[in-house]
């Protein structure tokens, strides 16, 4: 099994900024690609950016410009950059690392971009 473990949300004021990490241990498992995906109230998960195992990134639209996703390799850890934050953005953030071993979820942190 892997463990992930989301930290660094919180309340921001819009044009504020705020950095996400994301830790995965617990296992000698081979980790692939890792993403972040966010889930506001009342509305699906939806899929917010990636970072391929060969440090490829992708990023949807309404944050392109806004958010950068990057990883420590010698911490298993992804840090998703968030700048620019808009009210838009309030929602669980949760991390996926997609492994040898599966695919798996962390329990999310609240983004609450509020004034």
């Known amino acids: 099994q892997v463990q992930v473990v989301e930290s660094g949300g919180g309340l921001v004021q819009p044009g504020g900024s705020l950095r996400l990490s994301c830790v995965a241990s617990g296992s000698s498992a081979s980790i692939y690609d890792m993403h972040w995906f966010r889930q506001a109230p009342g509305k699906q998960r939806e899929w917010v950016a990636s970072?391929?195992?060969?440090?490829?990134?992708y990023y949807t639209d309404s944050v392109k410009g806004r958010f950068t996703i990057s990883r420590d390799n010698a911490k298993n850890t992804v840090l998703l950059q968030m700048n620019s934050l808009e009210p838009e953005d309030t929602a669980v953030y949760y991390c996926?690392?997609?492994?040898?071993?599966?695919?798996?979820w962390g329990q999310g942190t609240q983004v609450t971009v509020s004034s």
């Open positions: 996926r690392t997609d492994t040898s071993l599966g695919r798996f």
């Open positions: 970072l391929s195992s060969g440090s490829s990134t």
